[in-house]
């Protein structure tokens, strides 16, 4: 069961350029989550979405964009990459009907450098 | 601003002791409660939950805490072993089932 994947793992990126990090779950979870972690801090949401075609903006959304076209994926695009956001990269997955409780679960990560 | 805070950055607790993570909140609409355990290069792992409607919730080893009107919850790990060295974070979630993270506990149990 592979749960949440995330590619790549490490990628190291020009200021300026742009790149698709890539997550998709197969756990058939509405909710996806785009999350950031920087050193010593927790994790801030970035983009979330409740179903395919529905996406809303999380705590720190600047310099980001996503899509939901399917149930399984959630791609983050980064737009002329900067210095700034340079950080670990999460991606999650949960299921939610009628304001159930369930966990996220979270992919392995994708470490982020912009030189 | 920080709506979910663990003020502690570290703990190191000797192997068999109790290990006790503190976690405190800001937002009132928050109705569920996690603790998530982190190893180095690898993603949050679920732990242990709790709904606000309750004030303990026991697994194992484990004891999640949750005091509403002091806005603090707590994670008792009991006995503690070497293996549960890792990083602790407190989530909370709000409206949207958008989950707010804490800073982070690093645990060091010491054999």
């Known amino acids: 069961n592979a749960g949440v994947t995330q590619t790549p793992k490490f990628h190291i990126l020009k200021i300026g350029q742009s790149m698709t990090l890539q997550c998709t779950q197969d756990?058939?979870?509405?909710?996806m989550y785009w999350y950031r972690q920087d050193p010593g801090m927790g994790l801030k949401l970035i983009y979330y979405?409740?179903?395919?075609?529905?996406?809303d903006k999380g705590e720190v959304p600047n310099g980001y964009n996503v899509s939901r076209s399917t149930t399984e994926d959630f791609p983050l695009r980064l737009e002329l990459a900067a210095p700034s956001q340079t950080s670990v990269y999460f991606c999650?997955?949960?299921?939610?009907?009628?304001?159930?409780?369930?966990?996220?679960?979270f992919g392995q990560g994708t470490r982020l450098t912009v030189v | 601003d920080q709506q979910v805070k663990q003020n502690s950055p570290s703990l190191s607790v000797q192997e068999g002791r109790i290990s006790i993570l503190n976690c405190d909140y800001t937002?009132?609409?928050?109705?569920?409660f996690l603790w998530y355990k982190k190893y180095p290069a690898e993603g949050p792992t679920f732990l242990i939950s709790?709904?606000?409607?309750?004030d303990k919730n026991e697994d194992g080893r484990f004891t999640v805490f949750l005091n509403k009107s002091a806005k603090h919850l707590s994670l008792h790990i009991v006995p503690s072993q070497p293996g549960d060295s890792a990083v602790y974070f407190c989530?909370?979630?709000?409206?949207?089932?958008?989950?707010?993270f804490g800073t982070g506990t690093s645990l060091t149990v010491i054999p």
């Open positions: 756990m058939n979870h509405n909710y």
């Open positions: 979405s409740v179903g395919a075609g529905i996406t």
């Open positions: 709790i709904s606000s409607i309750k």
């Open positions: 937002n009132s609409m928050f109705d569920y």
């Open positions: 989530a909370a979630r709000g409206t949207g089932n958008q989950f707010y």
């Open positions: 999650a997955s949960s299921y939610s009907r009628g304001g159930g409780n369930t966990e996220a679960f």
